[in-house]
């Protein structure tokens, strides 16, 4: 059983801004489960599209990995020979626990684990790149860089998965949709302190976007084709193609 997320159930004389810290990365699959509606469906998902899209001799990349749960979907799933995972974070207490839990499955396909600003990784022969809730944690003015960066990383055909939290163009539909996810939260019982706590230390920290301003990022990175495959509530995830032929 996943260690209970109980980092908010007290009150916090002195909200920080959100960091993945050592208690952070302890309680985190509960943590996950319990706030990312279909967290669990995008994840598994991941994994089928590796085993479509992941391309034979080359390499694929997990930007902002965590504790490694899309990196291990896709080596579960890949099928093409002489492929490597490359997966980056730049927590450490996340980083050491990711390469403990990969180290603990047994599969053909090597993981290599970074410690590293995505922002200083180059991307090189990729057939597959997962920014899953990610992009969502960097500057504003970084997020295209680094989808510059995967468009020329990648292979032709290869494929980006960009999962985030997001916005709404409709403030309407965004209020209800937020509403809904509390909901969600509350139903797998989190109190309203722990909530409004977590939100307040995030908020500085989660700048979201709109769908559309995913999309209009990912054409201008060069992306030929991008839709969303998959969202509950305020959350989703796009999936970007790269055109021409696969090698």
Known sequence: MPNRDTLFSAPIAKLGDWTFDEHVAEVFPDMIQRSVPGYSNIISMIGMLAERFVQPNSQVY?????????????????????????????SPAMVERCRRHIESFRADTPVEVIESDILDITLENASMVVLNFTLQFLAPDDRQRVLNQVYQGLRPGGALVLSEKLSFEDADVGELLFNMHHDFKRANGYSELEISQKRSMLENVMLTDSVETHKARLRMAGFEHAETWFQCFNFGSLIALKGGETA
């Open 62 to 90: 997990d930007l902002g990995c965590s504790l490694g749960a899309a990196t291990l979907s896709m080596r579960r799933n890949i099928t093409a020979p002489g492929c490597r995972i490359i997966a980056v974070d730049n």
